[in-house]
């Protein structure tokens, strides 16, 4: 069982980003996928989350901005993050979760954002 998160990188406050969670071991469209993120010193925060039915979720403070999408063909997940700002600097973790079913969590990928 695999999740593997990648795009993170250096970006100036403005910039987007697209981050992709490719999963592999597991019945994906079992799975609802979130993103999570981890900044230093903070707890660890829900960012969006995909159901395999299209439903969404979006923290309230970054509605507008990233925008969550999934391709079952290719067992990945994308966030899509605009307008990023440097209080986005994280440490973006993926994570699959299901009914009665186990929680996997994918190796984080890293967003700085400079001002």
């Known amino acids: 069982v695999q999740l593997q998160a990648f795009g993170g990188g250096l970006v100036q406050a403005g910039g987007s980003l697209r981050l992709s969670c490719v999963a592999s071991?597991?019945?994906?469209?079992?799975?609802?996928i979130g993103w999570f993120r981890q900044a230093p010193g903070k707890e660890r925060e829900g960012v969006s989350c995909?159901?395999?039915?299209?439903?969404?979720y979006y923290a309230d403070s970054l509605k507008g901005r990233f925008t969550i999408s999934r391709d079952s063909a290719k067992n990945t997940v994308y966030l899509q993050m605009s307008s990023l700002k440097p209080e986005d600097t994280a440490v973006y973790y993926c994570?699959?979760?299901?009914?009665?079913?186990?929680?996997?969590w994918g190796r984080g990928t890293q967003v700085t954002v400079s001002s």
């Open positions: 995909r159901s395999a039915d299209g439903t969404t």
């Open positions: 994570k699959a979760s299901g009914s009665f079913k186990p929680i996997y």
């Open positions: 071991g597991f019945t994906f469209d079992d799975y609802s």
